[in-house]
């Protein structure tokens, strides 16, 4: 058997500078300017969501207070953000994802993994299957994409933002080592501000010095988990596949930030968004689940989860919130930054499948039947802008 059939190909595709894009994209005065959506000067407590590339010359980037924005770029346009809006691009660009593979793992809003394996007789080389998919999103919605591909998932997604904006890097099987050796410290997706500065205190300032290292010196340094990610994340990660908690029965959605988030008010609609993805998925496939687990990633890479099985199935998007938030208070330690934010619905089990009533409903029911009805509806017609009001910046 030839095993270059057989060799993993997965393309990360990230959405560029997405809510800003839209932005540019549905007002064309603003092209060309500093866009920062996520609030409006003078709103209290309010968080950079993204910035276009025109506002990053300023040095303005994700989850910065809108303050300091503003501070360093006071003639930029502020917006609070059309979430709805970014939800049905979203959601149209994962179709177009899904018309190139059955398997397709959205991340967030404005990334995902298309695995690629074995299509080169229906899309052609790796290139132009890349090609294809970057011109149908720009013609089908007016954005750009950038595009990583690699055998290794944590390869991938490195590369998509290799060249961004509207990049395209591709780094061909064996050369996983390699590319990861042409890094700067900076590039090493999932090393944190604290480990990276950490990094450099003890003379590992580069790539190439930590791969230099065995990996008992780096555990001894780091600690066994740390230590580990590091030893292998040099080398390309190969045997690491995102989302493969996901695959048995359950449904799971986790965001990375550019800039670890602090801000509770940044941190409750990061958590909002990820229970709207995920109960889009669950009306979807007409399931359900009892078990929510979140996870954190705290800016040293710590990594700590917590899940809870509950006597009633999760209702609502309103409802996996209230759990999945329940959770984040019980395991959030207070002061650490956060790098990444997952909620995993788990043990999801069919609809049909009968189940016991709660005595007392309050309304949970019907406020189901009318969630899914939306989802439908949204469904059959993207264009539909109907959506939570938390996932919109709230005003104090």
Same mark, same amino acid.
């Given at each position: ?21 839209? !932005? ?78 059955? !398997? ?5 809003? /404005? ?207 309103? /409802? ?58 949204? /469904? ?17």
């Amino acid at each position: 058997m030839n095993s270059s059939v057989c060799e993993k190909k997965y393309f990360h595709v990230d959405l560029d500078a997405f809510f800003a894009s839209v !932005e540019q994209n549905d007002h064309p005065e603003y092209r060309g300017k500093p866009v920062i959506v996520g609030g409006l000067p003078g709103d209290r407590r309010a968080v950079v969501s993204t910035a276009s590339y025109e506002a990053r010359r300023y040095g303005i980037h994700s989850a910065m207070p809108l303050s300091k924005a503003v501070e360093l770029c006071p003639d930029g346009i502020y917006l609070r953000g059309n979430y709805s809006r970014y939800s049905e691009l979203s959601h149209k660009i994962m179709q177009i994802f899904n018309s190139y593979s059955p !398997e397709v793992l959205q991340m967030s809003i /404005d990334e995902a993994f298309i695995d690629m394996t074995g299509t080169e007789k229906l899309f052609g080389s790796t290139r132009e299957a890349a090609l294809k998919i970057k011109n149908e999103v720009h013609k089908k919605t007016g954005l750009t994409v950038s595009i990583g591909v690699s055998s290794s998932m944590y390869v991938a997604k490195i590369a998509s933002g290799y060249r961004k904006p509207d990049g395209l890097t591709i780094v061909e099987n064996g050369d996983e080592e390699k590319f990861m050796l042409s890094l700067p410290l900076e590039k090493l997706w999932g090393a944190g501000t604290k480990t990276q500065n950490h990094l450099k205190e003890i003379g590992l300032s580069t790539i190439e010095l930590i791969h230099s290292k065995p990996l008992n010196l780096l555990i001894s340094i780091f600690g066994q988990s740390s230590g580990t990610f590091l030893y292998n994340a040099v080398r390309g990660n190969k045997d690491y596949v995102f989302g493969s908690e996901a695959k048995n029965h359950s449904i799971s959605t986790e965001t990375t930030f550019d800039f670890d988030l602090t801000d509770r008010n940044s941190i409750e609609k990061a958590i909002m968004e990820l229970c709207w993805n995920i109960m889009w998925r669950l009306h979807k496939e007409n399931s359900r689940t009892r078990t929510v687990m979140l996870k954190i990633r705290y800016e040293d890479f710590t990594t700590v989860s917590v899940q809870e099985t509950f006597l009633t199935p999760v209702s609502s998007s309103d /409802d996996l919130y209230e759990r999945a938030l329940k959770l984040f208070m019980k395991k959030y330690d207070g002061t650490s930054g956060i790098r990444l934010l997952g909620v995993c619905a788990c043990n999801i089990e069919s609809k049909d499948i009968p189940v016991q009533k709660s005595l007392f409903d309050f309304g949970e029911e019907k406020k189901a039947r009318l969630e899914k009805a939306i989802y439908n509806l949204e /469904d059959k017609n993207p264009a539909l802008k109907i959506r939570k009001a938390r996932m919109i910046e709230k005003k104090d």
